[in-house]
């Protein structure tokens, strides 16, 4: 089965373009997207990518789209254009967030993202894998002795700083081809997303949403 995935949630992304074999997936081919260019560019990295490698959309058997936690432009970015390729030729989705694709690619089971204004995007088995938005004061209510996976400084620095026992783990940031690695097992057990229902792993309620209350409340 030919699969497509589609990771716009970080400060970069990516499109990917691999094959599932059994459980595991061989990659062909990976492309770059620029960060704050995809709703621009990220429909035609996917059709430049089925193109060289002689690939119809409707020759894919699922795309695999990273749904969050991230920027909220980059999630809807990628959720729409998931979407819209899934609904225009038939195709089967598999969501996948990126604090897992982390914390698999890793090799452990926690990860943190930088989420901005001091707070973490955290992924903690306890003992099942739940994911939140953690500042400082909410780090520090958290007993927690696992290893981390981290892949930027803003989040290896406030855990250094809130959890100074904890191992933090070093990877190169999320991508794509991971998602499709991640997502082999729920493909094969066709655990497909329900695209009425499919919607971004935001973790944080938008800026129109805090700021907007914030106004009708004063």
Same mark, same amino acid.
């Given at each position: 089965m030919l699969l497509l995935g589609i990771d716009t949630c970080g400060p970069s992304g990516s499109v990917a373009l691999g094959r599932l074999t059994g459980d595991s997936v061989d990659l062909a081919a990976q492309k770059e997207l620029a960060g704050r260019t995809y709703s621009a560019t990220v429909v035609a990295?996917?059709?430049? $990518?089925?193109?060289?490698?002689? @690939?119809?959309?409707v020759d894919i058997g699922c795309i695999v789209v990273v749904n969050g936690p991230g920027s909220f432009t980059g999630v809807r970015v990628g959720l729409s254009a998931a979407k819209? $390729?899934?609904?225009?030729?038939? @195709?089967?989705?598999?969501?996948?967030?990126r604090l897992e694709v982390l914390s698999h690619k890793a090799g452990v089971a926690a990860a943190a993202l930088d989420a901005h204004r001091h707070e973490l995007f955290l992924r903690i088995a306890d003992p099942e894998p739940r994911e939140l938005l953690a500042g400082a004061d909410d780090l520090a209510r958290i007993s927690f002795l696992a290893p981390v996976a981290v892949c930027d400084d803003a989040a290896a620095a406030l855990l250094e700083q809130t959890w100074p026992g904890i191992a933090r783990v070093p990877a190169a940031a999320p991508t794509a081809a991971d998602a499709l690695s991640v997502a082999a097992a729920a493909i094969s057990a066709r655990q497909f997303a329900d695209l009425a229902l499919l919607d971004g792993n935001y973790l944080r309620r938008s800026d129109a949403e805090i700021f907007g209350n914030a106004v009708i409340k004063s």
């Amino acid at each position: 089965m030919l699969l497509l995935g589609i990771d716009t949630c970080g400060p970069s992304g990516s499109v990917a373009l691999g094959r599932l074999t059994g459980d595991s997936v061989d990659l062909a081919a990976q492309k770059e997207l620029a960060g704050r260019t995809y709703s621009a560019t990220v429909v035609a990295a996917v059709e430049e $990518l089925l193109t060289s490698h002689a @690939i119809r959309l409707v020759d894919i058997g699922c795309i695999v789209v990273v749904n969050g936690p991230g920027s909220f432009t980059g999630v809807r970015v990628g959720l729409s254009a998931a979407k819209g $390729l899934a609904e225009g030729a038939g @195709i089967p989705v598999v969501a996948i967030s990126r604090l897992e694709v982390l914390s698999h690619k890793a090799g452990v089971a926690a990860a943190a993202l930088d989420a901005h204004r001091h707070e973490l995007f955290l992924r903690i088995a306890d003992p099942e894998p739940r994911e939140l938005l953690a500042g400082a004061d909410d780090l520090a209510r958290i007993s927690f002795l696992a290893p981390v996976a981290v892949c930027d400084d803003a989040a290896a620095a406030l855990l250094e700083q809130t959890w100074p026992g904890i191992a933090r783990v070093p990877a190169a940031a999320p991508t794509a081809a991971d998602a499709l690695s991640v997502a082999a097992a729920a493909i094969s057990a066709r655990q497909f997303a329900d695209l009425a229902l499919l919607d971004g792993n935001y973790l944080r309620r938008s800026d129109a949403e805090i700021f907007g209350n914030a106004v009708i409340k004063s």
